[in-house]
């Protein structure tokens, strides 16, 4: 699995957009880029996960590079409770396995 | 509602007194896993389960043992817990593209 790098912390204002961005130069052309993140001492949680296109869901956006080399993570309107630690994992195959690194912890400031 | 339980919460014992953390989840998943999680070393994966009688090592197996008789169920074992297995310990049930964590146990051994 391609190797992730990740600023260890960033600060957002609560209602503005958090960016959060992930680098992953290493990443081969069947590996998918997944985020979760963990409040907290809480059990880590799912946000979203793409290949090569753009994704989007309830919670987040997912912007990845054209050559695929990085991406970010994108919290529209950013609330206290989204202060976490914000994982990056790159995956080939299914994500059975994942190895998580140090992430970014993402403080919100009222 | 779909979840995943772990049991006990908190637990401080002493050396080589065996223990059991239970881990239950109710969405008929195949797949299983065991972290545990240390500050500065993130999440490592201890043992994993891909069905019922089918449980493979992660990363740091060793001092610990699992067993899942039952497809919702997959205990981790310590036969004789020692300080060093003082961890935040995180059970997981997994799809092919999520993984799905329950609410962690806090071990502490004396």
């Known amino acids: 699995d391609a190797k992730t790098t990740q600023p260890p912390s960033m600060d957002c204002a609560e209602g503005r957009a958090a960016n959060l961005p992930c680098n992953h130069s290493t990443i081969s052309g069947n590996e998918y880029v997944y985020w979760y993140r963990q409040i907290h001492s809480q059990g880590p949680q799912y946000i979203i996960h793409?290949?090569?296109n753009n994704e989007t869901n309830e919670m987040a956006s997912l912007i990845i590079t054209e050559d695929r080399k990085s991406s970010t993570l994108i919290l529209p309107h950013a609330t206290l409770r989204d202060t976490a630690v914000y994982y990056c994992?790159?995956?080939?195959?299914?994500?059975?396995?994942?190895?998580f690194g140090s992430g970014t912890q993402l403080t919100v400031l009222p | 509602e779909a979840q995943v339980t772990q049991n006990p919460r908190y637990l401080i014992t002493v050396t080589g007194k065996k223990l059991t953390v239970t881990c239950s989840q109710n969405?008929?998943?195949?797949?299983m896993s065991w972290y545990r999680q240390d500050p500065g070393l993130g999440l490592r994966q201890i043992y994993y389960?891909?069905?019922?009688?089918?449980?493979d090592k992660g990363d740091v197996p060793e001092g610990y043992k699992v067993s899942r008789k039952e497809k919702r169920n997959f205990p981790l074992i310590l036969e004789s817990p020692s300080p060093n297995q003082t961890s935040l310990y995180f059970c997981?049930?997994?799809?092919?593209?999520?993984?799905?964590f329950g609410p962690g146990t806090r071990l502490t051994v004396l």
């Open positions: 389960s891909m069905n019922v009688e089918v449980t």
């Open positions: 969405m008929n998943h195949e797949y």
């Open positions: 994992i790159g995956v080939s195959g299914s994500a059975r396995q994942l190895t």
């Open positions: 793409g290949l090569k």
């Open positions: 997981a049930s997994i799809t092919l593209n999520e993984q799905f």
